[in-house]
T-cell receptor, first 113, second 114 residues
Framework: GDSVTQMEGPVTLSEEAFLTINCTYT??????LFWYVQYPGEGLQLLLKATKADDKGSNKGFEATYRKETTSFHLEKGSVQVSDSAVYFCALSPVWGNEKLTFGTGTRLTIIP | GAGVSQSPRYKVAKRGQDVALRCDPI?????LFWYQQALGQGPEFLTY????????KSGLPSDRFFAERPEGSVSTLKIQRTQQEDSAVYLC????????????FGPGTRLTVL
């Protein structure tokens, strides 16, 4: 079945550092790929998405590119801020059937000033 | 406008009790999903509704779990004879239609079974 493997945390970085959180997937066909974020005390929110190969999703300075050849969707940000501290989840939804999401285990990111 | 709401936010149950968890999706949203999130894990799919029709219940872990959405809006997830392994956060999400629309998540209900 479909699965998502995500870089384990926790990850601690200094403010303005470069961020990469790795995500790879296993799925049939061409799933849609997502990054969700959960800020402290809040519900899951969609951060960005890509629906086909080579698409780049971007939002709030974060980017991720759908790489079919490496089945990856790594999350990057050039300069992190304290406010980016949160748990980040990589997820996919299948091409066929309903759009149920398959999530990775999540990566807790802490940014220190 | 209002987002997805869930109630109660926290529920403590003794092993063997029945519980009912409620989800109020965003008004007009056709699709509704339930997920289960164990501590330190990502959410796992339980079941999916399109309007009042339950189209996929493949993720329900046992026949003790039952979900309904009788009028195509509010949904209830019921767990009978709760067990300790049912302890988790139960998330509800809704989306406008099919075709990869964003799923909007509620804050979740944290269930603890003693």
């Amino acid at each position: 079945g479909d699965s998502v493997t995500q870089m384990e945390g926790p990850v601690t970085l200094s403010e303005e550092a470069f961020l990469t959180i790795n995500c790879t997937y296993t799925a049939t066909g061409y799933p849609s790929l997502f990054w969700y974020v959960q800020y402290p005390g809040e519900g899951l929110q969609l951060l960005l998405k890509a629906t086909k190969a080579d698409d780049k999703g971007s939002n709030k300075g974060f980017e991720a590119t759908y790489r079919k050849e490496t089945t990856s969707f790594h999350l990057e940000k050039g300069s992190v801020q304290v406010s980016d501290s949160a748990v980040y989840f990589c997820a996919l939804s299948p091409v066929w059937g309903n759009e149920k999401l398959t999530f990775g285990t999540g990566t807790r990111l802490t940014i220190i000033p | 406008g209002a987002g997805v709401s869930q109630s109660p936010r926290y529920k403590v149950a003794k092993r063997g009790q029945d519980v009912a968890l409620r989800c109020d999706p965003i008004s007009g949203h056709v699709s509704l999903f339930w997920y289960q999130q164990a501590l330190g894990q990502g959410p796992e799919f339980l079941t999916y509704f399109q309007n009042e029709a339950q189209l996929d219940k493949s993720g329900l872990p046992s026949d003790r779990f039952f979900a309904e959405r009788p009028e195509g809006s509010v949904s209830t997830l019921k767990i009978q004879r709760t067990q300790q392994e049912d302890s988790a956060v139960y998330l509800c999400a809704s989306s406008q239609t099919a075709n990869y629309n964003e799923q909007f998540f509620g804050p979740g209900t944290r269930l603890t079974v003693l």
